[in-house]
């Protein structure tokens, strides 16, 4: 009985080893999607959602917010990133 005991606690760890993996690992947007979430940013930047919400308020890019969540473009946060015209209208960030 010992040994069970053994093996269905190593085989509850390795589950726990991969699940904790796959939190962490980011999965983009798929291709087809046109816009981030605010899960997206944070994980795509590594930082808080407090600093997403942030970066946000500062309207470097678009975004629209449906029923309380935040969608962001795609096209435009990406120029953003990339140091090119962020998408907005004065092309100021």
Request: one cysteine or more.
């Given at each position: 009985?010992?040994?069970?005991?053994?093996?269905?606690?190593?085989?509850?760890?390795a589950m726990?080893?991969?699940?904790?993996?796959?939190?962490?690992?980011?999965?983009?947007?798929?291709?087809?999607?046109?816009?981030?979430?605010v899960d997206?940013?944070?994980?795509?930047?590594?930082?808080?959602?407090?600093?997403?919400?942030?970066?946000?308020?500062?309207?470097?890019?678009?975004?629209?917010?449906?029923?309380?969540?935040?969608?962001?473009?795609?096209?435009?946060?990406?120029?953003?990133?990339?140091?090119?015209?962020?998408?907005?209208?004065d092309g100021?960030?």
């Amino acid at each position: 009985m010992v040994v069970r005991v053994t093996i269905i606690k190593s085989e509850v760890n390795a589950m726990n080893r991969e699940l904790n993996h796959k939190q962490d690992t980011f999965v983009p947007a798929g291709n087809d999607n046109r816009a981030y979430t605010v899960d997206d940013l944070r994980n795509i930047l590594k930082v808080s959602k407090t600093s997403v919400y942030r970066l946000l308020r500062s309207k470097c890019f678009h975004y629209v917010r449906i029923g309380g969540q935040y969608r962001i473009s795609k096209k435009s946060f990406d120029n953003w990133l990339d140091g090119k015209k962020g998408g907005t209208e004065d092309g100021i960030c």
